[in-house]
């Protein structure tokens, strides 16, 4: 299989997630709708072993970037291309199961599914997929891999702004507290990630998502 045709179903929103279609009496964020491309919709490999559902909600979120190069290509198949890389990382070199995060932001605002069932997870509100993206988080906090290194560069904006709508669409669904967005380093010592310029724009992230959350 080429390139071409693994990507030929990589075309319009993918699976679109809309605030306000879940349970009545909840308070639900107004005016978000997000394409998200699920795994299949980007040529993920199947998992090596079977996924592990974690039967609970997450509790908070944490931000993180992938340290790649800041690519000025913004297109869904650089994207795409992205997602297949982190992959192969994860799952060739680390040994894992599939790709650890359970989202992934390209540079040019593309929402993807990173672990396999993570997007059923995030809609279904009631359950999150174990993941691989910071000890003693994975049962515990959704992953988003933000592509790109922030140590002393800004994201662009169309990858703020997936993120914002990300975090409102995961809080709302979840019912997580926008203070409870946090970066890789909060919860592991040993990183940067998501490096130096995005983490002290978290801060400005909870303000924003608390917004529109209400
Ligand atoms: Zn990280």
Do not use: K
Request: with cysteine.
């Amino acid at each position: 299989m080429n390139r071409r045709t693994l990507l030929r179903g990589v075309v319009g929103t993918g699976v679109l997630l809309t605030t306000g279609a879940g349970s009545p009496g909840r308070a639900h964020a107004r005016g978000i709708v997000l394409p998200v491309r699920s795994c299949a919709d980007w040529g993920a490999r199947p998992a090596s072993q079977a996924i592990t559902v974690v039967p609970r909600r997450p509790v908070r979120i944490l931000v993180h970037h992938t340290a790649s190069d800041n690519v000025e290509d913004y297109s869904l198949d650089a994207a795409c291309a992205q997602a297949r890389w982190i992959q192969h990382v994860h799952m060739d070199q680390n040994g894992w199961l599939d790709s650890g995060q359970h989202f992934t932001n390209s540079r040019g605002g593309y929402l993807l599914e990173g672990r396999h069932q993570s997007l059923d997870a995030l809609r279904a509100g009631d359950h999150m997929i174990q993941g691989a993206h910071c000890p003693g988080q994975n049962e515990a906090a959704i992953g988003i891999e933000n592509e790109g290194t922030y140590v002393d560069a800004e994201p662009p904006t169309p990858q703020w702004e997936t993120l914002v709508s990300f975090c409102v669409y995961a809080c709302d669904q979840y019912g997580i507290s926008p203070r409870e967005i946090f970066g890789h380093r909060d919860f592991y010592a040993d990183t940067v990630c998501p490096g130096d310029r995005f983490y002290a724009m978290l801060p400005r992230l909870r303000r924003e998502v608390a917004a529109v959350l209400g």
